[in-house]
């Protein structure tokens, strides 16, 4: 392929996607608007087309915008506890930034961008990835979690381990965030909940000592688009 084929690729962005959720309340989850989402909106996107293209054509894939829906319980939940989520989550991603695979990306919600904590060769950047609804229900002493996590990916070579990076396949590694609220010693406290954990997993308030929260299952990932 030549050079001018792979930049007129690159170029080939953004996609229009059907965007969920209220970017401000967070508590809806609406799918219809004919709206772009806000990654497309905003200038992270321009990282795909500015990188200067080299000898030859090094993207065998094009960029895309992948969306994809993170679920998660926790159980056994102690009235006297008062437990919500925190608006965050943490994913394992491949990230063309700083080109590596399995890197850890920090997410809050409302954020139009993500921290990627890439390595210590790279150091912390921005990431092209956002979440675009987060809703919290609570219901017979479990409350759940939905996510709904957009973001860029782009094809790159990781150096480091000298292989591809992938765009999502499997479930990435998830990390959740939680936070409680003793009503006996009337103080606060958080905890979390991650795909690879020993399950059940009881979290005790380190006020009291009672079980503040229990996962017994693992978060799990879909991937919508
Ligand atoms: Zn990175
Ligand atoms: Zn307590």
């Excluded at 506890?81 to 965050?88: A, G, M, P, T």
């Excluded at 993500?114 to 950047?125: E, F, I, M, N, S």
Aim: aromatic share 6%; with cysteine.
């Amino acid at each position: 392929m030549s050079v001018s084929a792979c930049q007129e690729r690159k170029v080939r962005l953004p996609r229009r996607v059907r965007k969920r959720g209220d970017a401000v309340g967070g508590d809806t989850d609406e799918v219809g608007s004919e709206d772009f989402s806000g990654l497309c909106k905003s200038d992270l996107w321009r990282i795909l087309v500015d990188v200067p293209p080299g000898d030859g054509c090094p993207w065998d894939d094009p960029p895309m915008l992948q969306r994809i829906e993170i679920g998660a319980v926790l159980s056994g939940v102690a009235r006297l506890h008062n437990l919500h989520w925190e608006r965050s989550v943490e994913l394992s991603l491949d990230c063309f930034v700083c080109e590596r695979q399995g890197r850890t990306m920090l997410l809050e919600w409302g954020a139009e961008r993500a921290v990627c904590t890439a390595d210590k060769q790279h150091g912390r950047h921005y990431a092209a990835a956002r979440i675009a609804a987060l809703d919290s229900t609570i219901e017979d002493q479990r409350l759940s979690l939905r996510a709904v996590v957009d973001y860029w990916w782009a094809p790159f070579h990781d150096a480091k381990r000298d292989v591809r990076g992938l765009p999502l396949t499997e479930s990435p590694w998830v990390r959740l965030k939680f936070g409680y609220f003793c009503a006996q010693t009337e103080d606060s406290g958080n905890g979390s909940t991650q795909s690879n954990l020993v399950r059940p997993a009881r979290t005790s308030c380190r006020h009291c000592g009672e079980a503040a929260a229990t996962s017994t299952e693992a978060p799990t990932i879909r991937l919508l688009s």
